[in-house]
């Protein structure tokens, strides 16, 4: 059984560009969320999607949105880039009715 | 104030020491604590979750709610290099049952 996988590992963008963070959950589960991981630092809430509807949005602007697939998979994407958007994106899943989040590897995100 | 506050180290421990790792709350009305492992170059990982107070252990590794003082700890008994990680304290709210992490604490064990 696969876990969360997340695609692609490494991304180097330069500011003002947008980028495309896909994520697929670990088999069963039908809630994503992403979250933010700056160097140092733990990670950030971003949102959650359930049934291909955000659920709920940490402290992120509007530059920051997202997908949910019917398979459940999840796509995150930031418009605009800033440089302080470099960061290690985290994918996890779960179930809606509750359980453990499952964290994928995350992709690292730098932005020029 | 940060909801969860945590000792940043950096963490350098003999192998087969005790570690402690330590972190604080704000809120009062915080139940569910996580502790998350992780390695370089890969997600957390959970380690540990407590409800409420109290003690939880599993096998080297215990966890401590002390909500009097607001105070959530992870120790690591007869630590082993493979324990070499950076921990995340973490807890678990909102409808979407969002984590709210630590800044996580380096830990280096040396053989």
């Known amino acids: 059984d696969a876990g969360v996988t997340q695609s692609p590992t490494h991304l180097i963008k330069t500011r003002g560009q947008q980028v495309t963070l896909r994520c697929s959950p670990k088999?069963?589960?039908?809630?994503v969320s992403w979250y933010q991981q700056a160097l140092g630092q733990g990670p950030q809430f971003i949102f959650q999607?359930?049934?291909?509807?955000?659920?709920q949005r940490g402290n992120f602007p509007d530059r920051f949105s997202g997908h949910q697939f019917p398979n459940y998979s999840s796509e995150l994407n930031v418009n605009a880039l800033w440089l302080g958007d470099s960061a290690l994106y985290l994918c996890?899943?779960?179930?809606?009715?509750?359980?453990?989040?499952?964290f994928g590897p995350g992709t690292r995100l730098t932005v020029t | 104030q940060k909801e969860v506050e945590q000792d940043p180290g950096p963490l350098s421990v003999p192998e087969g020491a005790i570690v402690s790792l330590n972190c604080t709350y704000s809120?009062?009305?915080?139940?569910?604590f996580m502790w998350y492992r992780q390695y370089s170059r890969k997600g957390p990982e959970l380690l540990m979750y407590?409800?409420?107070?109290g003690n939880k252990e599993d096998g080297r590794f215990t966890a401590q709610v002390d909500k009097s003082s607001k105070y959530i700890s992870l120790f690591i008994r007869d630590s082993q290099p493979s324990d070499s990680a950076t921990y995340l304290c973490?807890?678990?709210?909102?409808?979407?049952?969002?984590?709210?992490f630590g800044s996580g604490t380096q830990l280096t064990v040396l053989p």
């Open positions: 088999s069963g589960h039908d809630t």
């Open positions: 996890a899943s779960s179930l809606l009715s509750g359980g453990e989040q499952y």
């Open positions: 973490a807890r678990l709210s909102g409808s979407a049952r969002q984590l709210t």
């Open positions: 809120n009062s009305a915080f139940q569910y």
């Open positions: 407590t409800y409420s107070s």
């Open positions: 999607y359930y049934e291909e509807e955000e659920r």
